[in-house]
């Protein structure tokens, strides 16, 4: 069911955006007169390596710096790329990944291989399941640019404060993840892109819902700062 779900939705959802998509490409190709797409190698179900379609935000061979991590003040993000990541629209092109079959339209992130070899036992539980568009952890951390703005080092403060809550969210959807669940989520992240208060509000009511923990319904209101903690399964904070 699931997957009907993620073809007929992704298939609609490409044919309704196309005009969009169109039109972006153009300006991203207008920039630099180079390709509007970044094929993305990245980390999918059973740790099978695929390639994700990404709108080009940033400059060509942007990825040769050896730094996974993207803050909101980059220098190598364009100005089109800047409009691309405040709406998101980097991420329509991945319904090309959900009708191929790598991705659903729910599910966690995925991550490049860099990152996912750092992964704990437990953390491995992630990659038992397709990766998706978008999440719980899409949502609560749909600002990821700006809490590493200003890092000198964005790598390692994603894996010390971004990734903990990711993998966690990550492991608590695997583990109670429904068809009416992935709906409520498609509905938020929707939401997200006109009041993110009130998306992150339905985010923490859902996972109460769900039963999930104390700390994982106060991280998605993101009302308070985040401070640095172990990923799921270690003891230690990333260093």
Do not use: H
Not at 94 to 118: A, C, F, H, W, Y
Not at 203 to 228: F, G, M, Y
Request: hydrophobic share 40%; aromatic share 8%.
């Amino acid at each position: 069911m699931k997957r009907l779900f993620d073809l007929t939705f992704a298939a609609i959802g490409l044919l309704a955006l196309s005009p969009i998509l169109v039109f972006v490409s153009f300006l991203v190709w207008a920039q630099d007169f180079r390709s509007p797409l970044y094929l993305a190698p990245r980390v999918g179900r059973s740790g099978r390596i695929f390639t994700m379609y990404k709108l080009r935000s940033m400059v060509i061979n942007a990825d040769k710096n050896g730094v996974d991590s993207t803050s909101a003040d980059d220098a190598r993000i364009t100005k089109i790329g800047k409009i691309i990541r405040k709406f998101k629209l980097d991420e329509l092109t991945q319904l090309i990944n959900v009708v191929k079959g790598d991705m659903s339209l729910v599910g966690p992130r995925p991550n490049v291989e860099n990152e996912t070899n750092k992964y704990s036992e437990d953390e491995k539980l992630i990659l038992s399941v397709k990766p998706g568009i978008t999440d719980f952890a899409s949502i609560i951390f749909s600002d990821e640019g700006e809490i590493l703005k200003g890092s000198s080092d964005p790598d390692l403060d994603y894996n010390q404060i971004i990734r903990p809550w990711k993998s966690r969210l990550g492991i608590f959807y695997i583990q109670n993840q429904t068809f009416i669940t992935d709906l409520k989520i498609i509905c938020y992240t929707l939401l997200s892109l006109l009041s993110r208060t009130s998306a992150l509000k339905g985010v923490s009511c859902l996972l109460k819902e769900k039963n999930a923990s104390s700390a994982l319904i106060k991280i998605a209101l993101r009302d308070a700062p985040i401070t640095p903690s172990a990923p799921p399964g270690l003891s230690k904070i990333t260093s």
